[in-house]
């Protein structure tokens, strides 16, 4: 049975109301977001209605959903093309006279749009 392995105390701990928000609850909401990267569930009128995490994990969360956006879109767009239409990786590399190494190396100052 699933339930014997949830800490159903550590579950509801993470749940506020947005009216202990308003009470002074949102700076100690806050600073343990900020001290131990807890993450909250904000209820408005029984029913979730936001989250609130670190900047930090935004940002990643935000960056992987961008990530697989892109995959998403790569794997459209090659999704009909035949072996014989491609080009192997180091093919092109060889052919812009550019190594995996530069790639690597340079891989943080070119962002793509």
């Known amino acids: 049975m699933i339930t014997k392995d949830i800490n159903f105390k550590s ?7 947005v009216s202990d928000l308003g009470r002074g609850q949102a ?6 977001v900020d001290d131990h990267k807890n993450q ?7 029913k979730p209605a936001a989250i609130i ?12 959903k ?16 035949k072996n014989d239409e ?3 990786f180091d093919e092109v590399l060889n052919e ?9 190396k340079n891989k943080d ?3 793509i749009d």
Not at 27 to 32: A, E, L, M
Not at 66 to 81: F, V, W
Not at 96 to 104: I, Q, T
């Open 11 to 17: 579950v509801l701990d993470k749940f506020i109301s």
């Open 27 to 32: 700076s100690k909401v806050i600073q343990s």
């Open 40 to 46: 909250f569930i904000v209820i408005k009128n029984n």
């Open 53 to 64: 995490m670190s900047i930090e994990e935004y940002k990643e969360l935000m960056e992987a």
């Open 66 to 81: 961008e990530n697989l956006e892109l995959l998403l879109i790569a794997a459209k767009r090659t999704s009909g093309l």
């Open 86 to 88: 491609m080009i192997e």
């Open 96 to 104: 812009l006279g550019v190594s995996k190494e530069e790639l690597e």
């Open 109 to 111: 100052s070119v962002e």
